[in-house]
């Protein structure tokens, strides 16, 4: 599918001359589509930008995935390609990026009803998989993941137009306050964050070991903590996060012995197909940031 860019966005970024913030313009919940929600998770999700479901997939299902994540983890580990990113610092896998095209145990919780039916009822349309990726974050070395909003770098550098995607993140491993848990900002959602800086070119090189542009300033973030508290995701393996491509959050280093690994699997409503990049740079790679908007039904 061609891109064409559509300017002027009402979400610009990469700004040299300074940070902003910007009152988000789209809904958070896009009417048309029935779903697993209740109207009182709905309303959840739309005040704080994320909502918890413990052990939402059965074992069983849990442990096919967790099973596939970690042959996956020691293929990557012994035979690397270019879906595989490194520790910039100690060369361990930190992430595996496009699992759903590798696996088929990945492909099928991709579409599983529950997942998939929860990204349609809150996204209104049928959704194709933007971006799926392990993040592995072993005792003892794992790293951390700095604080960002992901529609900022989906907008700027791969064409996403508006805010109508979700992630959606199943727990590995048992998440804990102390292992490197996902943290998010409560209501942060509501406010884009137009960050300082220009986009180098070939960013994600560099970006997916440590972010650089595209990150706030500790001014913003305060601004956001002040606005709303930060919510440590925690719970069992099988826990299921949803959160919404502009809330704001990140994750610490894991110190622990305990493993904290998560797949997440990103959401886009097929009528939010990628433009081209905002930034002006060429598109990053397919198995980054999919231009293939034919929904999950077909995977």
């Not at 009182?40 to 999700?45: A, G, I, N, R, W």
């Not at 003892?140 to 979700?166: K, N």
Request: aromatic share 10%; with cysteine; glycine share 8%.
């Amino acid at each position: 599918m061609t891109a064409t860019l559509i300017q002027p966005s009402p979400y610009p970024s990469r700004n040299p001359d300074g940070e902003r913030l910007i009152d988000r313009v789209d809904p958070v919940i896009y009417p048309g589509q029935a779903g697993p929600l209740s109207a009182d998770q709905l309303t959840q999700f739309e005040r704080d930008g994320f909502i918890q479901l413990p052990t939402w997939l059965d074992a069983e299902s849990t442990l096919d995935v967790i099973s596939a994540a970690q042959h996956a983890q020691a293929k990557a580990a012994a035979d690397p390609d270019h879906q595989v990113i490194f520790e910039p610092d100690n060369g361990r896998v930190r992430s595996i990026f496009a699992v759903h095209q590798q696996m088929g145990t990945f492909r099928a919780l991709a579409r599983h009803p529950k997942l998939a039916g929860i990204a349609r009822q809150i996204l209104g349309s049928e959704v194709y998989i933007h971006q799926s990726r392990i993040n592995f974050k072993p005792g003892f070395e794992g790293r951390p993941f700095d604080w960002h909003s992901d529609f900022e770098t989906w907008h700027m550098e791969d064409g996403m137009p508006r805010m109508r995607a979700i992630s959606c993140v199943l727990f590995l491993d048992d998440n804990f306050v102390h292992n490197g848990p996902l943290m998010l900002i409560r209501g942060s959602h509501q406010r884009y964050i137009s960050c300082k800086g220009v986009t180098p070119d070939n960013h994600y090189e560099k970006s997916l070991r440590k972010q650089e542009y595209g990150v706030p300033s500790h001014d913003a973030l305060r601004s956001l903590c002040a606005e709303g508290e930060i919510v440590s995701a925690t719970g069992t393996k099988g826990t299921v996060v949803f959160f919404d491509c502009n809330t704001m959050h990140g994750s610490s280093g894991n110190m622990t012995p305990y493993p904290r690994n998560n797949i997440f699997m990103v959401y886009n409503s097929v009528e939010n197909a990628l433009l081209a990049p905002f930034c002006g740079q060429k598109p990053r790679p397919e198995h980054i940031a999919s231009r293939d908007f034919a929904g999950v039904s077909t995977y």
